[in-house]
């Protein structure tokens, strides 16, 4: 069925930031963080078009989201490693695990020990073995492929990041790792931090976490929604739940099918902005859960049936709505039609 509004993804793009970041990580090899069904734009779509560009290291959070992407025979690591009622997915073969705590690495071990990674945790305290269980016969013996861990503050210059990466560094060559994986986006973007393998997620999508790489990353993302209805509504009138915005003179208005529910939040009220052919129609009064009103006085032919382009550039779209990059990304609901170039 036809939908209403649509997302234009942009392969080429996707490829590109790809090579991009590939580039910046140096000699490390570049993975992709496509957890979250690919930030938002299609975990499958997203990890054929990088699997094609020569990407050969794929991260999901959990195992329904590996076993989506069993088909494509990749290379999967999950970052979120094995609970009990895990094991007959992750014996199966089609990802390995991402072991973050002891009890996990004994049930791996108890499990027979097939390909795994090793999360250590640097000083973020979210997931991950210590430096003290590794230094203490943790690992010893065991086979692994990866030993990561995880930059807490890598989109901010401060000494944490150097205090980080040290701490990882000094574990080089305490385990069987045969290779060692520290950056995220933000990382890759920091001098010295990419060991042998990076893990980008958000700037492969377009986000950009440090003003350093907005020279070079493409957006990829581009929202665009069906008007419902034009209409006119006079000087005082209201428009929208709890008559937010009134009218300052006679204007036109179109309603246009998206909303919250499909990731356009409710902090683009009274200040997010659609756009047809370069000219820019004000978000007017509170979105709505599927509903959006812009002001199209400017614009005949924003017509019952046209299609508007919603403004979404990442960092600004971030700072008008109060939400992250990443929320806005990976809430772009199921209701949009996702089209590919
Ligand atoms: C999500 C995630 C990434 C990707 O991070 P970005 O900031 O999106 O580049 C890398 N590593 C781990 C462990 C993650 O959880």
Redesign the pocket.
Known sequence: MPAPLRLRLDGDALVQNWRTLDRLSGTAACGA?V?ANG?GLGAIEVARRLADAGCRDF?V?NWQEAAELAPLGLTVSV?HGVREEDMPAATAGFARP?LNTSIQVARWKAAGGGPCDV?VDTGMNR?GVSADDIADGLLDGFAIETL?S?LAC??EDVPMNAVQRDRFAALAGTTSARRLSLA?????ALNGYAFDLT??????YG?I?RADLAAVIRPTVTLEAQILQRRQVSAGQTVGYNATWTAPADTEVAIVNLGYADGYFRGFSNCGTASKGGIAMPVIGRVSMDLVAIDVTKMPAASEGAWVTLDFALPEAAALSGMSQ?ELLTSLGRRYSRMWN
């Open positions: 963080a957890k930030y991260f959070s970052l991402v999360m997931l990561m995880h890598a989109d995220n986006s933000a990382g890759i893990r980008p997620g958000l700037a492969l986000g976490p990443y």
